[in-house]
């Protein structure tokens, strides 16, 4: 029994080593808060100006984008959605912004203030937002985001 349990632990300690060195192997240094905002503003500028080919390396392939309508956005479907022309973000605002690093991870979260067309529909959209943002070996990746509306005026 205890060389079973010898042998468990030691498998344990290699799958816990297997998976920070690949961890490790994904990041490519800590971040900055300037890093992660110059990189949410080149973002934003790549969204509103249709630069497909800017999102592609911005974006990390790994992305999971979290609507507000709780609808959720792979990469691809992400840039689809945009290149469709279903989605037109036309002005993205922030404010309110904190940025918390954490390695080579941002998070920045906000309020957001975006003028989009859905599908032909203008909307002006009031978001509270987490953007996560990874630097990897070939830059930093925007890499998540959240968002929930919030409550109308009163």
Sequence with gaps: MKRLSGLLLGFGIL???????ASAGDCGGPVTAD??????DARYAAQTGDDF????????DDLVYIHSSAV??????????????AVKYRVMRRSDVTVRTFGCIA???????FDV?????DLAVEIRFH???AKRDNGLQFVSWEATRTPAKQ
């Design 15 to 21: 799958g816990l080593a297997a998976v920070n060195a």
């Design 35 to 40: 890093e992660a905002l110059a990189s949410e």
């Design 53 to 60: 080919a800017a999102m592609q390396k911005l974006i990390g």
């Design 72 to 85: 959720v956005d792979s990469k691809a479907s992400y840039i689809d959605s945009m290149k469709s022309g």
């Design 107 to 113: 998070i920045i979260s906000g309020l957001g203030n």
């Design 117 to 121: 067309t859905v599908k032909g529909q």
């Design 131 to 133: 953007s996560i943002w």
